[in-house]
């Protein structure tokens, strides 16, 4: 029987943590899959923007969280809230606009919320959940606890002018907040070398005085190991963190989009050489920590639970009329 490796040791990880990353990750793989499969037969209306290919980026995260951290994030969200711990099947009947949905079928894709799981959206507008997630580590200082925010938006919004608004106000007040660019290099459709002067994006934060690194973005190791560093920095009362995850998107900016701007050898080759996934599965295989079959029965009870999803949202009923008023502000 395989043992576990000595813990310390950058990159390193035990059996029982690899185990975790490759479920947790295979889990918002075959959930995005099927919903890009619900939206192909029209029961899932308006956006969906498909999280496939940057799942190492929020399990990574996610692995160095503890209870009371918020995280807050765009519109890109559904692997977010699978990593903290969201249910499916509420997150799957949101997408389909039904009742049993974490906001009751009237949010969608990009507006959903779970306040037991600290969860603070999804959200619609470029980077406007910048200062929401600077908000959430000023109540935190505010208390006097230790939690984080992790304050998650992508390249495109990195060209936003209240994110350094934040930035800003962050510092001066050392926030506890990480600020986490999801550089999966093509924002909406335009290229990073076209959209910015600064290809570093993790140096946006010199100005300000906040510390900040690149980070390679699908490697779940490298991330985690990241923000270990990363919260032990805003724990400490340092104030805020930026990283910036260097990852990619396998699938257009939103189910809409064709990505004629990238060739398919480059996405091809990405998914042969990078994919994060895969990465662990070699890890767990390599180290003898899992067999074939073992992989096999992991990805059929992960199917397992994204097919139950799947049937939990397309038999909840829709919302009823009278929900067209409530929370309702006027």
Same mark, same amino acid.
């Given at each position: 029987?395989?043992?576990?490796?000595?813990?310390?040791?950058? /990159?390193?990880?035990?059996?029982? @943590?690899?185990?975790?990353?490759?479920?947790? +990750?295979?889990?918002?793989?075959?959930?995005?899959?099927?919903?890009?499969?619900?939206?192909?037969?029209?029961?899932?209306?308006?956006?969906?923007?498909?999280?496939?290919?940057?799942?190492?980026? !929020?399990?990574?995260?996610?692995?160095?969280?503890?209870?009371?951290?918020?995280?807050?994030?765009?519109?890109?969200?559904?692997?977010?809230?699978?990593?903290?711990?969201?249910?499916?099947?509420?997150?799957?009947? @949101? *997408?389909?606009?039904?009742e049993?949905?974490?906001?009751?079928?009237?949010?969608?894709?990009m507006h959903?919320?779970?306040?037991?799981?600290?969860?603070?959206?999804?959200?619609?507008?470029?980077?406007? /959940?910048?200062?929401?997630?600077?908000? *959430?580590?000023?109540?935190?200082? =505010?208390?006097?606890?230790?939690?984080?925010?992790?304050?998650?938006?992508?390249?495109?919004?990195?060209?936003?002018?209240?994110?350094?608004?934040?930035? /800003?106000?962050?510092? *001066?007040?050392k926030?506890?907040?990480?600020? !986490?660019?999801?550089?999966?290099?093509?924002?909406?459709?335009?290229?990073?070398?076209?959209?910015?002067?600064t290809?570093?994006? =993790?140096?946006?934060?010199?100005?300000?005085?906040?510390?900040?690194?690149?980070?390679?973005?699908?490697?779940?190791?490298?991330?985690?190991?990241?923000?270990?560093?990363?919260?032990?920095?805003?724990?400490?009362?340092?104030?805020? =963190?930026? *990283?910036? +995850?260097?990852?990619?998107?396998?699938?257009?900016?939103?189910?809409?989009?064709?990505?004629? =701007?990238?060739?398919? @050898?480059? !996405?091809?080759?990405?998914?042969?050489?990078?994919d994060?996934?895969?990465?662990?599965?070699?890890?767990?295989?390599s180290?003898?920590?899992?067999?074939?079959?073992?992989?096999?029965?992991i990805?059929?009870?992960?199917?397992?639970?994204?097919?139950?999803?799947?049937?939990?949202?397309?038999?909840?009923?829709?919302?009823?009329?009278a @929900?067209?008023?409530?929370?309702?502000?006027?």
């Open positions: 029987m395989a043992t576990s490796k000595p813990a310390g040791k950058p /990159n390193s990880a035990t059996k029982e @943590e690899l185990q975790t990353y490759y479920k947790e +990750m295979l889990l918002i793989r075959r959930f995005e899959e099927k919903a890009g499969q619900l939206y192909g037969m029209g029961q899932i209306g308006g956006f969906c923007h498909l999280y496939i290919g940057q799942e190492a980026v !929020v399990v990574g995260l996610e692995s160095a969280a503890k209870e009371g951290d918020q995280r807050v994030t765009t519109y890109r969200d559904h692997g977010h809230m699978l990593a903290c711990g969201m249910d499916p099947k509420g997150v799957m009947a @949101e *997408l389909t606009g039904r049993g949905g974490y906001s009751r079928g009237k949010g969608g894709s959903m919320f779970s306040k037991e799981k600290e969860f603070y959206g999804g959200h619609g507008i470029v980077g406007a /959940n910048v200062p929401i997630g600077a908000g *959430l580590a000023f109540a935190n200082k =505010y208390r006097g606890n230790d939690n984080v925010a992790f304050t998650y938006f992508g390249d495109g919004a990195a060209n936003q002018g209240q994110v350094y608004e934040t930035f /800003n106000m962050a510092s *001066l007040w926030l506890p907040v990480i600020f !986490v660019i999801e550089n999966n290099q093509y924002a909406m459709g335009t290229s990073l070398a076209r959209a910015s002067s290809p570093a994006l =993790y140096t946006r934060g010199e100005a300000f005085g906040i510390p900040g690194e690149a980070v390679d973005g699908m490697d779940v190791l490298a991330v985690r190991d990241a923000s270990q560093k990363a919260t032990a920095h805003c724990r400490a009362g340092d104030g805020p =963190y930026i *990283l910036e +995850m260097n990852t990619y998107r396998y699938r257009g900016h939103s189910m809409s989009d064709p990505a004629k =701007y990238r060739t398919r @050898e480059e !996405v091809q080759k990405m998914r042969e050489e990078r994060p996934i895969d990465h662990v599965r070699e890890l767990l295989v180290s003898d920590y899992a067999t074939e079959d073992d992989l096999k029965a990805d059929k009870e992960i199917k397992s639970v994204v097919n139950d999803a799947a049937k939990f949202a397309q038999e909840s009923p829709e919302p009823a009329e @929900e067209l008023w409530t929370d309702v502000y006027r």
